[in-house]
């Protein structure tokens, strides 16, 4: 009458809740990205 009442009540809730949040954050953005890049000490 009743063989399996309950036979999978939560099987997987939460399978891959943070699988890769920051693959390749950038450790090395650019620290000096050329701020004068038109100079001319013979103007």
Same mark, same amino acid.
């Given at each position: #009458? &009743? @063989? !399996? $009442?309950? #036979?999978?009540?939560? #099987? /997987?809730? !939460? $399978?891959? @809740? +943070? =699988?890769? =949040? +920051?693959?390749? @954050? +950038? *450790?090395?953005? +650019?620290?000096? *990205?050329? $701020? /004068?890049?038109?100079? &001319? $000490?013979?103007?």
């Amino acid at each position: #009458p &009743n @063989p !399996n $009442p309950n #036979p999978n009540p939560n #099987p /997987n809730p !939460n $399978p891959n @809740p +943070n =699988p890769n =949040p +920051n693959p390749n @954050p +950038n *450790p090395h953005p +650019n620290p000096h *990205p050329n $701020p /004068n890049p038109n100079t &001319n $000490p013979n103007l």
